[in-house]
C-alpha cells in the first residue's frame, strides 16, 4: 500500500501541479463517463474544451459567463484566505441582483446613462448587507457563518421569487412571475459590437490586480490573512479577528452582489425567478482551483465557464443533460482536495511484505 | 379539531425526515468529524431510493438503495477527510456540491415518473381512535422506527462499550489511539453510517414525503439537519425533539395558508430557514456551553505518526 509522510516544506510544485492533476483526472472520468453513456469522448472532449474557443463569438460568450463567477470567486478568495467560510455567496448575488433590478426599473424614456453606475453600486450594497447579516450573528451572536449563509440564500430565492411574483410583476407580461424588461439605457456598456462581452470583464479584471495589490502589497491585506493562518499570532500581533471578520464578509458580499448586478443589468435584462443559475456555488470551486490566487482564479474561472458552455452543447449537440456541468464541476473540486494532499505530503508506496516484516 | 390532529401527524412525519439525517450526522460528528455534504448524499440518496421504487415497486428497497448511495458517497468523503487529511468543510461542500449536480444529471429521466400508489398505514385499533387515531397512530412505519432508534442511541453511546470508544475518538483521537483503537477506521465507520442515515432520510422524502422527483429536492433539509445537531448539543434526545419543532415550522406555513392568513406563500416558505438562523443564533450566543458539548476534535485532522 501507501503511506503519507509529511514535507518538511510544502511543495511549490505541487501547489501549482494539483489543480492541472486534478483537471486531468476529471477529464479522464469525463471520456469515461461520455463513454459508458454511448458517446465518443474524443466530442465530448471538443465540446468542453474546443468549441468554446473556437470562434471569436463563442470566446466572447465564454468571457461572458467567466466574469461573473470571477467577480464572485475574487471576494470568495478574501473570505477563504482569512479562514471564514461563506458559503452563501449566491444568496449575495441573488440579492445583489434584487438591488440592482430595483434601480433599473426606475429608468424610464428620459434617464441618463449614469444610472449604470447607480445600478452596479445598489447592487454592491445589496451584497453587502445580505452578507452584512453573516458578519452580524457570527460577530454578536457566534452563530456558525457557513449555516447561517447557506440558510440566507434559500431566504434570498423566496424574496426574489416574492418581488417576480407579486410587486414588480410586469402587469403586460401575460402573467409570467417577471420583471418588465429593463430600459435599454440600463444596459451594462458592451465592449464592441457583435459580442455580449461587457464592461464586466474589465471591472473582474481590474478587481483581480487590486486583489493581488490588497493581500500581497498592503499591510491590511496581510494583517487579513494571518488570522486565517495562524489566529494565535494574529491575536499576538493586534490584528483584530473581528475586523477581519467584517471586511472578508463584506468584501465578498458586495463582489457577489456587483456580479448579481452586471448580470441583471448585462445578458439577462429583467428579472426573473432564474437569476440565480448557481454562480455563487461554482464560484466555490473557481476560488479553490485557482488557488486563492487572483491570477489562477482568473484561469479556472475560464475554465469553469468551459464547463457551463460545454454542458450546454452537450445538451443540445449530445442529448445529454445539461446538469452534466453539476457532475464535472463538483469532480474537479473533490480531485482537485485529493490532489492537494501532495502539497504537504510525499506519497511512499511501501510493499506489504516490508510493512509484515518491520519490527 | 380534526385538522389539527393532521396537523401534528403531518408534524411529526415532517420532523422524522429531518431527524434520521441529524441522527446520522451526530454519530458521524460524535468521532470527530464535520460532513457538510449531507445535502449532496440526501439528493442523490433521493433520486437513488425514487428511481429503485420505480423500478421495483418495493418501498422497503428503495429506502436500502438510499442508504446504500449515502454510505458510498460518504465512505469517498470519508477517504479523503481521514486518509488523505483534505480539509473537512472544502470536502464536504465538495460533496454537497457534486451531488447536487450529480442527482440531477442522473435524475433526468425520472422527473416525469410517478410512485404506485402510495401506502397508508394504521395501527391495529389504536389508529382508530378519534383524534389521538389520526395524530399518532396512522404514520408510516419508518416514524416510529426512527423514535426507536434514538432510544437504540442513547443506549449505544452511553451504555455500551462500542460507544464509549466511538465517543472517545472525537473527544480524543490521540488518547484512542495510544490506546490501540483504530482510530481512522471507526471514523470511517461513523462517517459511513451517518451517510447511510442520511441517504435514508433522503430516500425517505423522494419515496413518501413528497413521492416524486424534482432536482434539488431536498431544498435545504440537510443543512438544517447539520445546524440541528448543533441546537441539540449532540444529543440524541434532543435532536430528536428538534427536528419535531421543525417539522411544525415547516407544517405551519401549509397550515397558516390553509386557514385564510393572507401572507404571501414566499415569507411562509422562509420560515424553516429563518427558524434556523434565529435558533442557531440563540443557541450559539453562549459559546461556552457549545465548546462544552462538542466532540472536542470536532473538524479538527488526525493523522496518527504526523
Redesign the interface.
Known sequence: MFK?E?RPQPSKFWSMGSPLLALAITVVIGMVLFAALGKDPAKGLAIFFWEPIKTPYALGELMVKATPLLVIALGLAVCFRSNV?N?GAEGQFVIGAVFAGGVALLADKTTDGWIVIAILLAGIFGGMVWAGLTAL?RDK????E???S???V??AD??L??LV??PWKDPAGYNFPQSKTFEAITQIPRLMQGSRVSIGLLIALLGALGLWVFLFRTRAGFAQQVGGLAPAAARYAGFSSRRALWTALLVSGGAAGLAGALEVAGPIGQLTPYVPAGYG?AA??VA?VGRLHPVGMVFSAVLMSMFYIGGELAQSRLGL?K?????????L??TL??C??LI??RLRFTSPLAVKGAP | MESYALLFAATLNAGTVLAIAALGLLINEKSGIVN?GAE?MMLCAAIAGFATVVHTGNDWLGFAAGMGAGALLAG?FGV?VI?????Q???G???S??????S??AG?NYVREKLPERPHFSVPFLGDIPLIGPALFRQHPMVYLTMALVIGLIWFLYRSRAGLVLRSVGESPESAHALGYPVRRIRLAAVMVGGALCGLAGAYISVIYTPLWV?GMV??KG??A??LT?FATWRPARVLLGAYLFGGVTMLQFHLQGIGVQV?S??L??LP??A??VV???I??N?AW?RINMPASLGKPF?PG?
Not at chain 1, 446538469?323 to 469532480?331: I, M, Y
Not at chain 2, 486518509?83 to 480539509?87: C, E, I, K, V
Not at chain 2, 456540491?97 to 450529480?102: E, N, P, T
Open positions: 503519507l509529511a467560510w458559503i450573528l451572536f457566534n452563530a456558525n457557513i449555516l447561517v447557506l440558510m440566507l434559500y431566504v423566496m424574496v421569487s416574492y411574483y407579486g456555488f466555490i470551486i479553490f443533460p446538469s452534466l456541468t453539476g457532475v464535472f464541476q463538483g469532480l473540486l473533490f482536495l485529493a492537494d494532499t504537504a505530503y | 457538510l449532496g469517498a479523503l486518509w488523505l487529511n483534505t480539509n468543510y472544502a470536502t461542500l465538495a460533496l456540491l457534486f451531488g447536487a449536480g450529480f440531477a444529471f433526468i432536482e431544498s435545504g443543512w438544517i447539520l445546524a448543533t404571501p414566499q415569507f416558505t422562509m430557514y429563518l434556523t438562523i442557531l443564533a440563540l450559539s450566543r459559546p457549545i493523522y504526523s
